[in-house]
């Protein structure tokens, strides 16, 4: 994280002006704002979220593999004679770089192992190695497609930077889970008393219990989207937008029910937020066994 530099906040794009006047009280909180769009556009459009993703999907390699019960074995050599080791699957790759002497890599070089599921099953067409693992007739079994663990995680590397907490927010039903709402207000010194206020609460199948926020099952990401690229003019877009967000969904509307959206997916639909309509998360509440596929996160527009 960079310094924070005077200068530098001059030389930035202003912030909105009500969001401007949310943190007007707290001067911290405000630089911090600041230091959260620096790191936003660098979580967004330099490639900060390709690398979140990346490393949250090498850290899933060897529970997938624990997973479908597939371990890695020495390859046979060509001496008869020769014994082959069973290699841990939980070996550090470093320390199994340096074991074997292995190369820096290209193409014709195998590796010294080869995937093998722990309990052989019969040989089938569409055998479960065949499916998630892929290489070559001489290379062998290498790379694996990864699967990614159902838990708040996937949340946590798609979002991008969290921004400081309004210095005055209104709560309701605080500390209790997933009943809990809030949202950020701007202190009575410098709210302008002509201003309004227009809030929404959009619910799904006919339920509005949880009011204050939009909680529509996983059809927030075509609502926010259609929205974003709907509206003729940016003044319509919401200054502040409580939701949940879903990586699962029981609405038979949605294609994608059968299926979890991935973290990518979740990286992509923050990266549109912040670039189409300049939002950042200033809170994210994740419900752990209450709701793993499920994040309560509240947004503002920084940028206008």
């Known amino acids: 994280m960079r310094a924070f530099?005077?200068?530098?906040?001059?030389?930035?794009?202003?912030i909105c002006p009500n969001t401007q006047q949310l943190y007007a009280s707290n001067t911290t909180a405000l630089e911090e704002l600041h230091?959260?769009?620096?790191?936003?556009?660098?979580?967004?459009?330099?490639?900060?979220?390709?690398?979140?993703?990346?490393r949250f999907s090498d850290s899933q390699?060897?529970?997938?593999?624990?997973?479908?019960?597939?371990?890695?074995?020495e390859r046979k050599?060509?001496?008869?004679?020769?014994?082959?080791?069973?290699?841990?699957?939980?070996?550090?790759?470093?320390?199994?770089?340096?074991?074997?002497?292995?190369?820096?890599?290209?193409?014709?070089?195998?590796?010294?192992?080869?995937?093998?599921?722990?309990?052989p099953r019969t040989p089938t067409k569409d055998s479960l190695v065949d499916t998630v693992l892929h290489g070559s007739q001489r290379e062998g079994k290498r790379w694996i497609d990864v699967m990614e663990i159902a838990t708040p995680e996937r949340f946590q590397v798609s979002l991008g930077p969290v921004g400081p907490s309004?210095?005055?927010?209104?709560?309701?039903?605080?500390?209790?889970?997933?009943?809990e709402k809030s949202f950020c207000i701007a202190n009575g010194s410098s709210a302008k008393q002509i201003d309004e206020c227009h809030i929404f609460s959009i619910g799904s199948n006919d339920q509005w219990g949880f009011e204050m926020n939009m909680d529509v099952e996983g059809f927030e990401f075509d609502v926010l989207t259609s929205m974003l690229s709907s509206f003729e003019t940016s003044k319509w877009w919401l200054e502040q937008i409580m939701m949940e967000v879903h990586f699962v969904t029981r609405m038979v509307d949605l294609e994608w029910m059968?299926?979890?959206?991935?973290?990518?997916?979740?990286?992509?639909?923050?990266?549109?937020?912040?670039?189409?309509?300049?939002?950042?998360?200033?809170?994210?509440?994740?419900?752990?066994?209450?709701?793993?596929?499920?994040?309560?996160?509240?947004?503002?527009?920084?940028r206008c």
């Not at 660098?42 to 900060?48: E, N």
């Not at 390699?61 to 890695?72: G, K």
């Not at 290699?87 to 074997?100: A, G, N």
């Not at 210095?167 to 889970?177: A, D, L, Q, T």
């Open 35 to 54: 230091r959260t769009i620096e790191e936003a556009v660098a979580f967004h459009t330099q490639g900060g979220s390709l690398k979140s993703i990346q």
């Open 5 to 14: 530099d005077s200068q530098h906040l001059k030389n930035q794009q202003e």
């Open 258 to 302: 059968l299926r979890t959206r991935q973290s990518a997916e979740l990286a992509l639909f923050f990266g549109t937020l912040w670039n189409a309509g300049g939002y950042i998360p200033v809170k994210a509440q994740y419900f752990g066994k209450d709701c793993p596929s499920c994040m309560e996160v509240l947004l503002i527009r920084v």
């Open 166 to 179: 309004c210095p005055h927010m209104i709560h309701f039903s605080e500390n209790e889970g997933l009943k």
């Open 77 to 119: 050599r060509q001496s008869k004679s020769a014994a082959q080791k069973t290699v841990k699957i939980d070996e550090d790759l470093k320390e199994y770089v340096r074991h074997y002497n292995v190369r820096r890599g290209g193409y014709g070089q195998p590796l010294p192992i080869e995937f093998i599921e722990k309990h």
């Open 61 to 73: 390699i060897h529970p997938t593999l624990e997973r479908l019960d597939i371990t890695f074995q």
